[in-house]
């Protein structure tokens, strides 16, 4: 995992944490309605 976040640029990683965010979300909002 270390050389994976070393290896990425820092836009990559936060573009990953920005999809994982909204992911989460969808989870939630999906989880309310069921």
């Known amino acids: ?3 994976f ?3 990425s640029s820092p836009i990559k990683i ?3 944490v920005k999809d ?6 969808r ?3 999906w989880k309310k309605l069921m």
């Open 20 to 25: 994982w965010l909204h992911g989460q979300r």
């Open 14 to 16: 936060q573009e990953l």
């Open 27 to 29: 989870i939630d909002l």
């Open 1 to 3: 995992m270390k050389c």
């Open 5 to 7: 976040l070393e290896e």
